[in-house]
């Protein structure tokens, strides 16, 4: 894993003169993300400069140094990430009479050897991988950047600055662009809407203006002759959902299919020169990757959880069953709130704009630990979104042939009759019959959410609602607007889904890539940890997606066909629970040990002198909360993290 960054100028300014000095200082920014060497190029004719951070991870040896050179010349390369299947690339290579003279061992050194003999898009798409890229051109002076089919790893870009003077900045994260001296530094309050809503900035969109993320399975293509970046999918997740499916297949040839794909998948993930273990929650989709991690190593393969010594949080006593049944090496580490507490202060340098995801502060230490022992930690992540584990999905599609069997005018009737009564009086009415446990969200305020699904006309504005932290979030921000949305605005094609796998589609493009994968990028990334994802090898979401429905949702139980592959190699009694997550009680922080960190922050003094959010509004979200009438603990935290990631940004402008 490594660090990318670059910039590109108007050839022949004297600002190239400083190129080097300016691109050590975007890298310096990132140098977390590899610390084993570092190296860039300049061409100051054709007004270009590269940067690259190495972790090193196979081929340890300078032959994998980068930026790397083409064998003709012609090419330049920075990338970051895993390209698993380098191999037999290779020697496709060379049985095709297409490999050059091989310096090293690398997978870069196939990756430019490939992208010289069948160009960028055919390589990419013989790929299996984790990855973003950037590739100049010598012979077209064009800038080339890619992204992984699935979004593991994260690359943002932008313009800055118009006409002759304008620059084009590239990097892995955010700091890097803003060390360039001619970066403007503008808040998008759009972004900033969008930001409250899900907890993070979603989509192409980050929260300055003029600065976008390359979305998954993209490439895009930047020239002098042609400034606007253009955009093309060399793998599209949106209609691999969508399209048309074969026929069924036989359950249980189904999991063996399965089996053997996770098996290559897992084999290929496990390819390191430097030390190798995994996460380990105890789960259904950790373990499941930790058990073939087992079946195909000589030695006790190296786990890792993290446990919390509240009971109703805590999986790791699961974990440490699972781990002792397959014989692996466990580490766990139990932590308290002070722990947990203790992350956050590095949250704005870690995650680079606003992010809120509070399930950062968990992932972040159990990155930690495992990095005290390895460099590389396998994970079950794009269990949920590729086989229908969050019970949204069930819940969500109930609610919706609920809601299709009433007239809408009467929908709206209940609905609208439901929410005229305060919340404070719902508490009172429903506490003896169904007591709110502590921490969560009242009665009364439940109620008020449920009514509002109950208006929903369609899965998709069901699915919206179902993942927005804050319903209408135009309100709390001045000068702000809902931007345009993949969810609600340019929807993919839908084909024959269900609903059911609409919303797990839309998950797969927005949720997981612009929360899930970044929250892991950036936790694992800070102790640079490499952190793989065998369940989200593209060959494995074709897959998944090729299935009906009912083998993911059988019996009651999400997850079918996966289950059978984990219950081939640990008893189902290990894991037959209920899902827990890496829950926070962030809305008993606030109430606690949190409450003057907040307060500060959320003083209306200061939210009018920053003038971004409304003060009335949050100072009366925070009041209800306090008093117990709402938990508004989420929607806080979002605000919070704005907040705390702006205060960051004034101290350190640069």
């Given at each position: 894993?490594?660090?990318?960054?670059?910039?590109l100028?108007?050839?022949?300014?004297?600002?190239?003169?400083d190129?080097?000095?300016?691109?050590?200082?975007m890298?310096?920014?990132?140098?977390?993300?590899?610390?084993?060497?570092?190296g860039?190029?300049?061409?100051a004719?054709?007004g270009?400069?590269?940067?690259?951070?190495?972790?090193?991870?196979?081929?340890?040896?300078p032959?994998?140094?980068?930026?790397?050179?083409?064998?003709?010349?012609?090419?330049?390369?920075?990338?970051?990430?895993?390209?698993?299947?380098?191999?037999?690339?290779?020697?496709?290579?060379?049985?095709?009479?297409l490999?050059p003279p091989?310096?090293?061992?690398?997978?870069?050194?196939?990756?430019?050897?490939?992208?010289?003999?069948?160009?960028?898009?055919?390589?990419?798409?013989?790929?299996?991988?984790?990855?973003?890229l950037?590739?100049?051109?010598?012979?077209?002076?064009m800038?080339?950047?890619?992204?992984?089919?699935?979004?593991?790893?994260p690359?943002?870009?932008?313009?800055?600055?118009?006409?002759?003077d304008?620059?084009?900045?590239?990097?892995?994260?955010?700091?890097?662009?803003?060390?360039?001296?001619?970066?403007?530094?503008?808040?998008?309050?759009?972004?900033?809407?969008?930001?409250?809503?899900?907890?993070?900035?979603?989509?192409?969109?980050?929260?300055?203006?003029?600065?976008?993320?390359?979305?998954?399975?993209?490439?895009?293509?930047?020239?002098?002759?042609?400034?606007?970046?253009?955009?093309?999918h060399?793998?599209?997740?949106?209609?691999v959902?969508?399209?048309?499916?074969?026929?069924?297949?036989?359950?249980?040839?189904?999991?063996?299919?399965?089996?053997?794909?996770?098996?290559d998948?897992v084999?290929?993930?496990?390819?390191?020169?430097?030390?190798?273990?995994?996460?380990l929650?105890?789960?259904?989709?950790?373990?499941?990757?930790?058990?073939?991690?087992?079946?195909?190593?000589?030695?006790?393969?190296?786990?890792f959880?993290?446990?919390?010594?509240?009971?109703?949080?805590?999986?790791?006593?699961?974990?440490?069953?699972?781990?002792?049944?397959l014989?692996?090496?466990?580490?766990?580490?139990?932590v308290?709130?002070?722990d947990?507490r203790?992350?956050?202060?590095?949250?704005p340098?870690?995650?680079?704009?606003?992010?809120?995801?509070?399930?950062?502060?968990?992932?972040?230490?159990?990155?930690?630990?495992?990095?005290?022992?390895?460099?590389?930690?396998?994970?079950?992540?794009?269990?949920?979104?590729?086989?229908?584990?969050?019970?949204?999905y069930?819940?969500?599609?109930?609610?919706?042939k609920?809601v299709?069997?009433l007239?809408r005018?009467?929908?709206?009737?209940?609905?609208?009759?439901?929410?005229?009564?305060?919340?404070?009086?719902?508490?009172?009415?429903?506490?003896p019959?169904r007591?709110t446990p502590?921490?969560k969200?009242?009665?009364?305020?439940?109620l008020?959410r449920?009514?509002?699904?109950?208006?929903?006309?369609?899965?998709?504005e069901?699915?919206?609602?179902?993942?927005?932290?804050w319903?209408?979030?135009?309100a709390?921000?001045?000068?702000?607007?809902?931007?345009?949305?993949?969810l609600?605005?340019?929807?993919p094609?839908?084909?024959?889904?269900?609903?059911?796998?609409?919303?797990?589609?839309?998950?797969?493009?927005?949720?997981?890539?612009?929360d899930?994968?970044t929250?892991?990028?950036?936790?694992?990334?800070?102790?640079?940890?490499?952190?793989?994802?065998?369940?989200?090898?593209?060959?494995?979401?074709?897959?998944?997606?090729?299935?009906?429905?009912?083998?993911?949702?059988?019996?009651?139980?999400?997850?079918?066909?996966?289950?059978?592959?984990?219950?081939?190699?640990?008893?189902?009694?290990?894991?037959?629970?209920?899902?827990?997550?890496?829950?926070?009680?962030?809305?008993?922080?606030?109430?606690?040990?949190?409450?003057?960190?907040a307060?500060?922050?959320?003083?209306?003094?200061?939210?009018t002198?920053?003038?971004?959010?409304d003060?009335?509004?949050?100072?009366?979200?925070?009041?209800q909360?306090?008093?117990?009438?709402?938990?508004?603990?989420l929607?806080?935290?979002?605000?919070?993290?704005?907040?705390?990631?702006?205060?960051?940004?004034?101290?350190?402008?640069?």
């Amino acid at each position: 894993m490594c660090g990318i960054t670059g910039f590109l100028w108007p050839p022949g300014q004297p600002q190239g003169r400083d190129a080097p000095e300016v691109v050590r200082a975007m890298m310096r920014t990132i140098a977390h993300r590899g610390p084993d060497s570092q190296g860039h190029w300049c061409d100051a004719a054709a007004g270009v400069a590269l940067g690259h951070l190495r972790l090193a991870i196979v081929d340890l040896s300078p032959t994998g140094h980068q930026p790397m050179a083409s064998p003709t010349g012609r090419y330049q390369l920075v990338f970051n990430g895993e390209v698993y299947n380098f191999q037999s690339l290779r020697q496709e290579l060379e049985q095709a009479g297409l490999a050059p003279p091989w310096r090293g061992t690398s997978d870069t050194e196939v990756l430019i050897a490939g992208i010289e003999a069948w160009g960028l898009e055919d390589t990419l798409r013989r790929t299996q991988g984790m990855f973003a890229l950037a590739l100049w051109d010598r012979e077209r002076q064009m800038l080339s950047l890619a992204r992984d089919r699935l979004g593991e790893k994260p690359l943002y870009y932008g313009w800055q600055g118009t006409g002759r003077d304008a620059l084009f900045l590239f990097g892995s994260e955010l700091k890097a662009l803003r060390a360039h001296p001619g970066f403007q530094e503008r808040i998008d309050r759009n972004s900033l809407v969008a930001m409250l809503r899900h907890g993070h900035v979603p989509e192409d969109r980050t929260i300055y203006e003029g600065v976008a993320k390359l979305r998954p399975g993209e490439i895009a293509e930047i020239s002098r002759q042609a400034p606007a970046p253009a955009r093309r999918h060399y793998w599209d997740g949106g209609q691999v959902a969508a399209a048309p499916r074969p026929p069924a297949p036989d359950p249980q040839e189904a999991v063996d299919r399965l089996e053997a794909l996770l098996l290559d998948a897992v084999g290929q993930q496990m390819i390191s020169d430097v030390p190798l273990g995994a996460f380990l929650s105890g789960g259904i989709d950790s373990s499941t990757i930790v058990a073939l991690m087992q079946h195909l190593s000589e030695r006790p393969v190296h786990t890792f959880s993290i446990g919390f010594h509240e009971a109703r949080y805590n999986e790791a006593v699961f974990a440490a069953e699972v781990a002792a049944h397959l014989g692996t090496h466990h580490t766990e580490l139990y932590v308290g709130d002070t722990d947990l507490r203790d992350v956050i202060p590095r949250l704005p340098d870690m995650y680079d704009e606003p992010f809120a995801d509070s399930s950062q502060i968990p992932t972040f230490l159990v990155a930690q630990l495992a990095r005290q022992h390895v460099t590389v930690a396998l994970s079950g992540d794009g269990g949920d979104e590729l086989f229908a584990g969050y019970d949204r999905y069930r819940q969500g599609a109930s609610l919706m042939k609920a809601v299709r069997a009433l007239p809408r005018p009467l929908r709206a009737l209940g609905a609208g009759a439901v929410r005229t009564l305060p919340v404070p009086l719902l508490n009172r009415l429903m506490e003896p019959l169904r007591p709110t446990p502590q921490g969560k969200e009242p009665n009364g305020q439940r109620l008020h959410r449920l009514a509002d699904y109950a208006r929903s006309r369609n899965v998709e504005e069901l699915h919206r609602k179902l993942v927005s932290i804050w319903r209408f979030p135009e309100a709390a921000v001045i000068g702000g607007k809902s931007p345009p949305s993949i969810l609600a605005d340019h929807v993919p094609p839908r084909g024959n889904l269900s609903d059911l796998e609409r919303m797990m589609q839309l998950d797969m493009l927005a949720y997981m890539p612009d929360d899930i994968l970044t929250k892991v990028d950036r936790a694992t990334m800070a102790v640079a940890l490499e952190s793989r994802a065998p369940l989200l090898d593209h060959r494995v979401a074709e897959f998944a997606w090729s299935l009906p429905q009912d083998l993911k949702i059988r019996d009651g139980k999400s997850k079918w066909v996966l289950r059978q592959v984990l219950y081939r190699h640990v008893p189902k009694a290990l894991i037959e629970r209920p899902k827990m997550g890496f829950e926070v009680p962030i809305g008993l922080w606030l109430r606690g040990g949190l409450r003057d960190w907040a307060e500060a922050l959320l003083a209306p003094d200061r939210l009018t002198r920053e003038g971004f959010l409304d003060p009335a509004l949050i100072t009366r979200l925070w009041g209800q909360h306090q008093s117990g009438s709402h938990n508004w603990g989420l929607q806080l935290w979002n605000v919070l993290m704005f907040q705390a990631w702006l205060e960051r940004q004034s101290q350190d402008p640069a």
